[in-house]
């Protein structure tokens, strides 16, 4: 607490300690370590012994300590039976202040000692090996490492103890908020602090520091060229190695522009090609509108026999994904015709078309000579209809005879 600055020690968590634990393990490698586990680290015995485990493998510690007495005994236990050193805390714990009502000194009746020596005896039972005895009279904690075989540690409660404990922050006068009637304060650091940044605040506003000594630089700059530079600091093998490291650079440099040259040239490449594709559908669109529209009668061809002789098989639309014009499907002779595909079978389509002209001039020459089937002779209107650039568009008509 007095570290963050928290009223009291219930905020920590288990990380931060770890954090601690391997920062003081790596200031002292050779002393025994003893970590405290934080306020609800240890609720349960099953919560207890996870985090005894990570003190010990992530923080480095030698030993755990929690706190509380006989309550806490199956705690202790299942810890200590996990193969990990465990103590723990009896007096005044800090983590149950809210039960006292504040930071007070307990065990003040005989009733209260009394339990603060149970407490000490059931931590022992426990498998714990030693725990910390807080803010008790002095007569109370004689009894109670009296009554115990374990190591004992005091603060605030007499000398009567294996060891005593002071936070370094209270007897360095670092923590300055309260002083606990048990401190004794062996320096005043905090006011040697405070003091001496106000003193390097007001050097700064006025200008006094940095003077001259604390320059890098004092004396007068001389410019010099950068290849003396490197000749005196490298010698002439290092500097024709680096040149040959800038001109390394300089091509690597060069491929790489050269490549980002290439790729927008494509990207422009590819752009003209879809503006080509949606003119080329555009176009398409507006042939399709024109061939839907209704023919009149006279147009039409005379019956069902001659329209397949004249156009094969009637067209068929097929579904166009959304946002397309839908496209017709002319089959001619086995071969299937999408308009808009483009002139390559432009030779292929004039040869199929002359074909059919000639068969129909066949036909008709052969009808003519039928009394009995002899058509009208005049005109027969052909339903094709093929990309732009193709010679016939809708309603040609093409002289049958």
Known sequence: MVSYGFPNTLPVTIDMMIAHAQAVRRGAPSCLIMVS???????????????????????????????????????????????????????????????????KLQARTAEDAMRVIEDGIAIEQAGAVGFEIEAVPAPVAKAVDDAVDIFTFAIGAGPASCGQLLLAFDLLGVFDQFKPK???????????????????????????????????????????????????????????????????????????????????????????????????????????????????????????????????????????????????RIDLGGIGIIPGIGAELQVVLDRKIGEEIARLRHLHHAMADDPVHRPTRGFYSFDFYFAAGNRHQPGDRVQAG
């Open 182 to 328: 048990f401190t004794k304060r062996y320096a005043q650091i905090s006011d040697v602090a405070v003091d001496a940044l106000k003193r390097y605040a007001d050097e700064v506003r006025s200008g006094k520091f940095p003077d001259a000594e604390q320059v890098n630089c004092p004396h007068e700059i001389v410019v010099i060229p950068s290849e003396r530079l490197d000749r005196a600091a490298f010698g002439d093998r290092a500097v024709s190695q680096h040149e040959i490291a800038i001109r390394r650079l300089e091509r690597e440099a060069e491929i790489l522009l050269d490549q980002q040259q290439r790729e927008a040239a494509a990207a422009q490449r590819a752009q003209r090609a879809r503006g080509l594709g949606d003119e080329l559908r555009r176009q398409a669109a507006r042939g399709l509108v024109e061939q839907h529209q209704p023919r009149p009668a006279h147009q039409r061809a005379p019956d069902r026999h001659h329209l397949l002789l004249a156009a094969g098989k009637r067209a068929h639309h097929l579904p166009a994904p959304l946002g397309e014009p839908r496209k017709q």
């Open 37 to 103: 586990m934080t306020y609800g680290s240890y609720a349960t015995p099953e919560i207890g012994v996870v985090n005894a485990l990570r003190l010990m493998k992530e923080g480095g510690a030698d030993v755990v300590k929690m706190q509380g007495g006989k309550e806490k005994a199956p705690v202790i236990r299942a810890i200590a039976d996990a193969g990990v050193p465990v103590m723990s805390h009896v007096g005044m714990c800090p983590h149950f202040v809210h039960q006292y009502g504040g930071f």
